[in-house]
């Protein structure tokens, strides 16, 4: 029985590494993907109305602007993150002395937590803390030809590596939309951001993000069933993401049925998914057979294993609806591929599946299945409140997020016949029906997700490894303790007839002094000292597209 010495290391690793798991994946580069669809861009529709404009980048970034000491900076709006970072220079921004580095899809963020007078929107805060880049030689792309300077996390505080970094005993080092509500500017504590379709003719909106308010074209959003964010267990406070559950069964497939595959997320309604509303990836992560259910059964469908995605034919429409609160999000056949990242293998061009198996971001400690990134995001209007989240608030609610569905899958599908069949409804031939559910493509696993989800299993279980490894403690020391008494019982009754034993096989405790770390994989001994300096969201580098 080696339950102590092995077991219990090796929980206590995986939680260490699993603490820094990879959060997120994104795009690759801007200035990559402007080059793939240039020759498809169109202009969005202009007519903002009550909020700050969000730049569409070819559907795979959406970009706000913000000023640090008047300086503007173009930043990624990013739900799945808490930290604001800009390279650039921000003139008299005061060094905090304390360096922090990001992990990012784009690479490292390296550089001294700064501070300096923010403006978003209407709102302004003294004494912003953000990370100023002044390196970008870590980024892996050449950063200069970007569309944006930065980041702008928008994820709950807990989360925020500057923040605990800095832990000031004040609110000064919260992050940027922390500092704004906790500022009193506002009356209540929520935003919205609402994200268009490029290349969508039919589309009537542009992007928008507001605080506080909502865009009045879709009022009707705060009627919306409330999904309230702490239904989701999370095990420690830097894990809290805008997370909800779906239905039941919470994803209908290509074929009209549900998926049904359930949740990996120990303690909750097994049918539920756990999913984080994360503005910062391009394409949506979902569990393998969930990826497989909608592309395996496409005629002509490969999978890219380089990549870890599905490609398939342009003209291939494929329906997809989730679920929360009894609400359909039906999400557009435009969304479901992407022409914006096509690749061309022998003479056929191919367009990517957007709802891609969760690889990189594979939640180790369980805590959530689907990433729900931009493929789903353009077909929700989205608010999300911060309620008492924000500390000595006005709102004392728990936090809650509510979806307003923008698609309907009538209208879409005409979409779709004009955008990508010019016109021509191919969606019913024999070359488009899906193949039958037995004759399924899977994709395969790789070894290092194998090794994950069998780590997983493990974590996910660990309560009752622990309680059991502590029992068998308790017990064993209780059976040396009494075997102890009993031999020094024997010893001294002998001793009182004869000569003592020696010291040593007094107390031979065997089976317990080889307590070291001997035992643990090697792996994950690896997994902790080249993850020590990275913080809990690391943004791992993927290349989509080529
Ligand atoms: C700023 O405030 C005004 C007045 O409340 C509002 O009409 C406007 O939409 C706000 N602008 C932004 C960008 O939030
Ligand atoms: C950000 O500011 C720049 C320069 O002022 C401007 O050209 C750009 O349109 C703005 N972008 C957004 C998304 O508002
Ligand atoms: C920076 O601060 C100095 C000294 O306070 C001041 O003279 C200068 O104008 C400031 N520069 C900017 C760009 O605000
Ligand atoms: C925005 O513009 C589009 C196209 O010009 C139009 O159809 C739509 O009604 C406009 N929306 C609002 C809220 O004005
Ligand atoms: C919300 O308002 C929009 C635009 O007025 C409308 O199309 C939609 O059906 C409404 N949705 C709900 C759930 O009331
Ligand atoms: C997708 O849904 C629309 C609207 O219900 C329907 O007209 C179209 O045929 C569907 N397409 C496929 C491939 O199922």
């Not at 077909?379 to 004392?396: C, E």
């Amino acid at each position: 029985m080696r339950c102590p010495s092995l077991v219990l290391p090796f929980i206590l690793a995986s939680l260490a590494s699993a603490l820094r798991i990879p959060f997120r994946t994104y795009s690759s580069t801007a200035h990559e993907l402007l080059s793939l669809s240039r020759s498809t861009r169109r202009a969005t529709a202009s007519n903002v109305t009550v909020g700050l404009p969000i730049k569409n980048v070819n559907n795979v970034e959406y970009l706000g602007n913000l000023t640090l000491n008047g300086n503007t900076f173009t930043v990624i709006l990013d739900t799945g993150s808490a930290d604001l970072w800009v390279a650039g220079n921000v003139p008299n921004a005061t060094d905090l002395g304390k360096s922090v580095s990001l992990s990012y899809a784009i690479g490292t963020a390296n550089g001294n937590v700064h501070s300096a007078t923010l403006t978003f929107g209407n709102y302004t805060v003294q004494n912003q803390a953000f990370v100023l880049v002044q390196d970008t030689s870590a980024f892996s792309s050449d950063f200069s030809t970007a569309a944006y300077q930065g980041l702008l996390g928008l994820g709950p505080n807990t989360g925020s590596v500057i923040y605990r970094k800095v832990d000031a005993s004040d609110n000064s080092a919260d992050s940027t939309l922390f500092r704004i509500f906790e500022g009193s500017q506002t009356t209540s504590d929520y935003i919205t951001f609402l994200l268009n379709r490029a290349n969508d003719a039919q589309e009537s909106f542009a992007g928008e993000f507001t605080i506080a308010e909502v865009v009045p074209q879709f009022s009707n959003i705060t009627n919306q069933p409330k999904l309230t964010i702490k239904d989701v267990p999370t095990l420690t406070d830097a894990d809290q993401h805008w997370a909800v559950l779906t239905d039941g069964w919470g994803v209908t497939g290509p074929d009209g049925n549900f998926i049904q595959i359930g949740s990996s997320v120990p303690r909750v309604d097994s049918k539920k998914l756990v999913a984080v509303l994360d503005s910062g990836f391009t394409f949506s992560q979902v569990p393998r057979d969930m990826s497989d259910a909608i592309y395996g059964r496409v005629q002509g469908a490969i999978y890219d294993t380089t990549n870890e995605l599905w490609r398939l034919p342009c003209d291939q429409e494929l329906n997809v609806t989730f679920h929360f609160g009894g609400v359909d999000f039906p999400i557009h056949p435009l969304d479901t591929s992407s022409s914006d990242i096509q690749i061309t293998k022998a003479g056929v061009t191919y367009c990517t599946g957007t709802f891609q198996p969760i690889t990189t971001a594979f939640s180790l400690l369980g805590e959530y299945d689907v990433i729900l990134g931009m493929s789903f995001l353009r077909n929700a209007y989205t608010l999300i409140d911060f309620g008492n989240f924000v500390k000595g608030g006005k709102d004392s609610s728990d936090p809650f997020v509510q979806l307003l569905p923008l698609t309907s899958q009538a209208s879409a599908h005409a979409d779709f016949v004009q955008s990508r069949l010019s016109g021509v409804d191919t969606t019913g031939s024999a070359s488009k029906t899906l193949v039958p559910a037995s004759q399924e493509s899977h994709s395969p696993q790789s070894a290092a997700e194998i090794k994950a989800h069998r780590e997983q299993k493990i974590l996910k279980y660990w309560p009752y490894i622990l309680v059991g490894c502590l029992a068998f403690v308790v017990i064993s020391l209780g059976l040396c303790i009494w075997a102890c008494c009993m031999r020094r019982k024997r010893q001294r009754a002998a001793a009182r007839t004869a000569k003592s034993l020696p010291l040593s096989q007094q107390y031979n405790l065997g089976s317990f002094h080889n307590l070291s770390d001997s035992a643990l994989p090697a792996a994950h001994k690896g997994q902790m000292e080249s993850t020590d300096n990275l913080p809990s969201y690391s943004y791992s580098y993927k290349q989509y597209g080529q």
